[in-house]
């Protein structure tokens, strides 16, 4: 939705996109205009500017629904009253408050709106010390790789795919962003070239089980010889080559879906695990956590301590001395 906005605002009329706009904005072109450009100037990250725009819409449609039709109209009571009652985790609360403070600032910097109703409402307080991703023990990581069929393109594909996620710490939007120039030699050594949120760059180094799975994928596919290719493609209606044109969110998603069922894995199994499984056995094995957050590419080793779950058989083990 917003990607049509922002390719259509450096074209066409606005009238030919209006009705997509929320009606409290839509109304008055010079709004319509500054509402567009919040989300065409001021983001960049794509997921960002998507969830953005659902939460900005979600809230206008609130107060439409409750007699509210223009931004003027909107108080920092109904803000507030809009965000307590919303049916959310406290960290999506405090995305969905920020989202409407920042897009209302643009309007206020625009000269839209003399103040911003937002800015006064406190966000829910969220402190995080422990991550809800689901980590995969060592002996589930193994299985789940050596579960994949590897006599089709499919399932090199996938295993490298999992692998790289895996063995870099990689976020799967860096990992399919890949081309095949960027798995590269450089000091004598094989790298991967990853494309990391808000445009960073970040180079690792490729554990040998990956080189060895990239290989056997790479030298059945063909894909050496065509270096601006994208390094994990879709695969065509026969599932025997591949199309050309790169994975997707989804398509992971649901490949490491049917994967992990396939190898007897809980169903909370997703794209994000294996960069928190990758993460907590390198610590398991005598990783620093420091090393462990330039590997990941994290501003912060808090972050990276998000990731580490190295913690959670110590306390199980503790627990168990308890005896009656």
């Known amino acids: 939705m917003t990607q049509q906005l922002v390719q259509s605002s450096a074209a066409a009329p606005l009238a030919a996109f209006t009705d997509r706009l929320p009606p409290m904005v839509a109304a008055d072109e010079r709004t319509a205009w500054r509402f567009v450009d919040f989300f065409a100037v001021t983001i960049r990250n794509p997921n960002t ?16 629904g409750r007699g509210l039709h223009g931004l ?7 803000v507030a009253a809009y965000v307590e009652h919303l049916p959310l985790s406290r960290a999506s609360v405090r995305q969905h408050l920020s989202a409407i403070s920042r897009c209302f600032d643009w309007l206020v910097s625009g000269g839209v709106l003399q103040t911003n109703p937002a800015t006064s409402v406190q966000r829910p307080r969220h402190v995080v010390r422990v991550g809800k991703t689901p980590v995969l023990s060592d002996d589930e990581a193994r299985t ?14 996938d295993r490298a795919l999992i692998g790289a996620m895996l063995y870099t710490f990689g ?13 590269r030699i450089s000091n004598h050594q094989r790298m991967f070239l990853l494309h ?16 060895e799975y990239l ?10 010889r065509t270096p601006k290719a994208p390094m994990f493609q879709a695969l065509d209606i026969t599932r025997r080559r591949l199309k050309g044109s790169r994975m997707n969110r989804q398509i992971v998603f649901q490949m490491v879906r049917r994967r992990a069922r396939a190898a007897g894995l809980p169903p909370t199994v997703n794209c994000h695990s294996f960069r928190a499984t990758g993460i907590t056995n390198y610590l398991s094995n005598g990783g620093s ?36």
Do not use: N
């Open 144 to 157: 789940l790789l050596e579960s994949i069929p590897t006599e089709k393109i499919g399932g090199l594909r």
């Open 215 to 224: 290989g056997e994928y790479m030298d059945a596919t063909g894909l050496w």
């Open 171 to 183: 976020r799967v939007g860096a990992v399919i962003a890949m081309d095949v120039e960027d798995y």
């Open 72 to 78: 003027g109209d909107v108080m920092p009571i109904h």
């Open 289 to 324: 956590l420091e090393d462990a957050r330039a590997i990941a590419a994290h501003e912060s080793s808090q972050t990276t301590r998000l990731y580490d779950r190295t913690g959670d058989q110590i306390t199980l083990d503790e627990i168990e001395r308890i005896r009656f």
């Open 196 to 211: 990391e949120k808000g445009g960073k760059e970040h180079q690792v180094p490729a554990h040998y089980r990956l080189v």
């Open 49 to 64: 500017r998507e969830a953005y725009y659902r939460a900005v819409c979600r809230f206008m449609d609130w107060c439409e």
